[in-house]
């Protein structure tokens, strides 16, 4: 339901380069889990149209913990990406253009039609004030996809894991200040741009009056992405020197300790909402709430780890790419495509047809079947719109190539690059 049966093995091939230089290919292991998170994130999506009966509440409940998954996997995907390409590129400038090119496009188009996805299921009065008041999680990417890469040339991986942890660390602390101890500036009838700035970076506090709706507070996924870059440049390393075995070791070493600091962040969490008459039950509880982005996090990314080993194992080390793989592979190929038009396919025509909170979980599960078949069908479409598409850029530069070559000038690209734009999203 979720990639093409028809795609020949040679579209993967081994993770271990034939030359000096990167290779031009894809990092199947990576396609291949942004599908499954595709896929993932569907199933949450969906959750529109249970009916409210108790048994789907508590459903609902626990499907959203599972789907939570997506937006910090999605985002080390592309931090790891980007570290990748600083480890294996030839010329990172091209690199930048790259994640600038495709954050314009996250920002303009992907919001666009997100908004108008989403548009039946908000109570707006008009489509230009849902179009402004929700932030999604892809418009925190094209700010990071903007401003990341520019601080690589500046600042070295250690400084950057630093950074990293340092953000993830403390935005909660910064928000508890900020809610506790600055009333003033930030309350609901205080000075609005700076209650934007607050709710930008930290996050949205849906006790009170709000300026954002759906955000993705940039600072703790700015910490997650600039850590996962470093994770990527270790990656790149493994691949160029055929030690991807060890890089997937690496990985499993450190899911037990994620793990570990997980369980004691829910523990803190518990132990201040049992204790409420502690001074420091109120901070204990904020701070370690049990959310995406707080005291769950390491165990997502925990899991996260743990699918990702299993597939490079699986793809780059053994070159296993059976059916299942390539049916994940289609959707995230194609990642972007496929995010944006399940939104379409599980929440807009739904609610257009009047099924929201209409479905009980088998006609649920029967709909998502036909959903995801539906999806399936319009990703084949666009991938092979794509290769047409490819085919007739490369043969367009080979013959720009021979041209020089034959006017004895050097091409203004390089032939070793990987291909950016069809890997950030």
């Known amino acids: 339901m979720m990639g ?26 990576i396609d291949v889990v942004r599908g499954l998170l595709i896929c993932l994130i569907t199933l949450g999506h969906s959750h529109i149209l249970l009916n409210d009966s108790e048994f789907n509440q508590r459903l609902v409940l626990i499907l959203s913990k599972i789907t939570n998954l997506g937006t910090p996997a999605f985002t080390f995907i592309s931090g790891m990406l980007l570290g990748y390409f600083e480890a294996t590129a030839s010329d990172f400038r091209r690199i930048q253009q790259s994640y600038f090119k495709r954050a314009l496009q996250l920002l303009l188009f992907a ?23 929700y ?10 996809f903007i401003v990341v890469p520019v601080l690589f040339v500046k600042v070295r991986p250690a400084g950057r894991l630093l ?29 609005a741009p700076l209650l934007l700035v607050r709710e930008f970076l930290f996050g949205v506090n849906f006790q009170g009056n709000h300026l954002l709706s759906d955000t993705y507070p940039m600072v703790p996924l700015f910490g997650l992405f600039l850590t996962a870059t470093v994770l990527g440049n270790r ?23 994620l793990l ?17 008459e502690s001074p420091l039950s109120g901070i204990l509880r904020m701070v370690f709430y049990p959310e995406k982005l707080s005291a769950l996090l390491p165990f997502y990314i ?20 059976g059916p299942m793989e390539r049916l994940f592979a289609l959707f995230g190929r194609i990642s972007l495509f496929t995010y944006v038009a399940q939104y379409f396919v599980v929440q807009t025509f739904p609610s257009l047809l009047g099924w929201r909170n209409s479905m009980n979980l088998p006609e649920l599960l029967l709909y998502l079947f036909g959903a995801m078949l539906l999806l399936y069908a319009a990703a084949s479409v666009y991938s092979r719109f794509l290769k047409r598409s ?27 690059l990987p291909q950016p734009r069809r890997d950030l999203w």
């Open 260 to 276: 570990l600091l997980s369980f004691l962040m829910v523990g803190l969490w518990a132990w201040g909402k049992r204790h409420p």
């Open 235 to 257: 990656f790149g390393q493994a691949v160029r020197g055929g030690r991807t075995e060890g890089f997937v070791k690496e990985l499993k070493k450190r899911i037990a300790p």
């Open 302 to 321: 925990a899991i996260f780890f743990l699918i990702l080993a299993y597939y490079i194992q699986k793809i780059e080390v053994q070159g296993k790419f």
């Open 390 to 416: 490819r085919r007739t850029d490369e043969t367009h530069a080979i013959r720009v190539e021979r041209s020089l070559s034959a006017k004895k000038v050097s091409p203004l690209y390089a032939s070793d």
């Open 111 to 133: 919001h666009l039609l997100i908004a108008a996805g989403t548009y039946p299921l908000r109570q707006e009065s008009s489509f230009a004030s849902a179009f402004l008041h």
């Open 163 to 191: 950074i990293g942890i340092a953000c993830l660390s403390l935005w909660k602390l910064a928000l508890f200040f900020l809610i506790g101890f600055a009333p003033i500036a930030f309350a609901p009838t205080g000075f």
């Open 135 to 144: 932030w999604y999680v892809t418009d925190t990417l094209a700010i990071l």
């Open 4 to 29: 093409s049966l028809n795609l020949p093995t040679l579209l993967h091939r081994p993770a271990v380069p034939t030359s000096p230089t990167l290779p031009q290919r894809r990092i199947g292991a």
